[in-house]
């Protein structure tokens, strides 16, 4: 089935995306914030992968357009989320399949709450991208994209819908689960690494940042716990450190934020959890102290 999918979230994950949807035989339209980003795009956008660089026509338009919605990937931000949707919810058709894509967590229960009359879809994903320039997307390496409807979790269709797509797409029943082990997980590494301005791999190495990993990955197993969440089988510390030795070159997005002195992720992701903590009635001090210190920081 041929699709008309609007994006909204034209950074690296959202190009890959609108290459990937185009090379399928979908149509894809871009939702850009001004006529200079429209005119910046010309039409296209650019994707390199080792030796190859390819172009792939899009449509782009701002979002007050009236034409209407019927599948929306959601590539912003996560503290973007929120007021990007609402700009667009009159746009949005009923029955519309609106899939969220980002770090983080909050914005997903937000939609579920506001978006009733459309299916609300959540994905996370392992694909490494970067922009070299707008529209001009280095893939850098195929991981994986879950993707589960969050407000019917044993509807698989939207990714037997996307098979056609060579992104490694896999349809996950569950997929609230996977949203928060990658949040558990983005918890323990990237709030210290902002902090301490270190590559991921220095926090497995150092004696003493590892020692503050331990101690957040306690407070974060309690919490998962008390929510009846079994998520890792020996408990957070062993799967975090395995992934920032995995990442060790890497500085990861909150560090990166921070040294671009851009707004960080930390109220999605450390601040969900500290949230989350305090509503089960469980003491998070250590993340709390580190969503706090971050807060000042950016
Ligand atoms: O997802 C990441 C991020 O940087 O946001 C990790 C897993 C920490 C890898 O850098």
Request: aromatic letters at 6%; charged letters at 15%.
């Amino acid at each position: 089935m041929i699709m008309h999918w609007h994006i909204l979230g034209a950074g690296s994950i959202g190009c890959l995306w609108a290459a990937h949807l185009v090379e399928a035989g979908h149509q894809v339209t871009l939702i850009l914030r001004s006529k200079q980003r429209i005119t910046a795009f010309n039409q296209q956008v650019t994707i390199e992968q080792g030796t190859e660089t390819r172009h792939y026509p899009v449509q782009c338009q701002l979002a007050d357009h009236p034409e209407s919605i019927h599948h929306l990937l959601v590539t912003t931000k996560a503290y973007d989320v929120q007021s990007a949707l609402s700009g667009l919810r009159s746009r949005l058709a009923q029955g519309a399949q609106l899939v969220l894509l980002h770090n983080g967590m909050g914005p997903q229960q937000w939609a579920l709450q506001h978006c009733s009359q459309q299916q609300v879809w959540a994905a996370t994903s392992t694909d490494g991208a970067w922009l070299r320039q707008p529209g001009h997307v280095v893939f850098a390496g195929q991981g994986e994209t879950r993707l589960g409807r969050f407000d019917a979790p044993q509807d698989s269709s939207l990714a037997t819908q996307l098979q056609g797509l060579a992104l490694n797409i896999v349809a996950d029943p569950v997929i609230e689960h996977s949203l928060w082990r990658k949040l558990a997980i983005n918890c323990a590494i990237n709030p210290l690494t902002a902090l301490h301005d270190c590559r991921n791999g220095e926090l497995a190495s150092n004696p003493v940042w590892r020692a503050e990993m331990a101690e957040l990955c306690q407070e974060i197993d309690s919490l998962l716990a008390r929510l009846q969440l079994s998520l890792f089988t020996d408990g957070l510390l062993p799967v975090a450190l395995q992934v920032a030795r995995a990442t060790g070159q890497n500085y990861s997005s909150m560090l990166q934020d921070v040294r671009h002195q851009r707004q960080t992720e930390i109220d999605y992701i450390t601040g969900f959890l500290c949230q989350r903590a305090s509503e089960a009635g469980l003491s998070a001090g250590k993340n709390e102290q580190l969503l706090h210190k971050l807060k000042k920081i950016c």
